[in-house]
């Protein structure tokens, strides 16, 4: 015989679950409006072709995604956009980490350490690019000229397409330290203390300390500063499009999927091309975060 449990919900669960669902609702307005809303407009829009004038759009089915496919150009934005998140993530996370270590430690002025490494996350990322311009330009370049000292020849940074992708990676990597060093000093804050008084009472040094404590408990924080790095790095747009212009012998080996995206909706005209491209960015997003959401249970360890 079955019989059916009714349970009663009571006035002070639906009064938490109704706080719950006020204090999340800003959040999840502004993720509605500001992201799932956009996502199925640029999905919709690429099944069209702008019109004369981009007035006017046309149905043309797939058309957009077999071009896509047959466009070298957005083969090249898809390995330079996957280059430059592998080159700028790791060694961003890398020299965050360093930091976060050393200013967690007792070390004097640390605050104004901490400031002046969050600077670059403040200041305008079109007034770094042209700082970083002029340090790069081949003839009165801050960099070359160091270079002039030490007796070596001068490199074209932003036009040599062997080493135009390192440059920028290069600006891509001091710009985000900062906010990555911030969120992993947060984190080394929550690690107890006594875990260190312990190893140090066993004599343990401070590297080992490092590898065997430190890393693992800050792991957490690690996962959230690696997702969003690789988001924001295969998102890259603003250094690009101040530092390489269309007609620079460097554009093919650093044009990124967003810079073509730009390109193709607002210089052409051609919003449902742009939009199929930019569909391909959001689906290299979502299959790397999903690989990540996967690896996570075997390395992040949650106290």
Sequence with gaps: MN?????KIGAKTWNEWSWGWFLIAPTMIGLIVLNFIPIVQTAYLSFFKSGDFGRGNI???WENYRKLIQDPQVWHAVGNTLLYALLVVPASIAIAMLVAVLLNGKLAGRSLYRTIYFIPMVAAPAAVTMVW??????HYGLINYGLSKLGLPAVNWTTDPRVAILSIAVIGIWSVIGYNMVLLLAGLQEIPKDFYEASDIDGASRVRQFFVITLPLVTPTLFFVVVTTIIQAMQVFDVIYMMIDVSNP???????LVYLFYNNSFKYSNKGYGSAVVMVLLALIMIITFFQMRAQKKWVNYM
């Design 3 to 7: 019989h059916t449990v009714k349970r």
């Design 59 to 61: 149905y043309i089915g």
């Design 133 to 138: 311009r002029w340090m790069y330009n081949q």
């Design 250 to 256: 460097a554009y093919d080996h650093t044009v990124s």
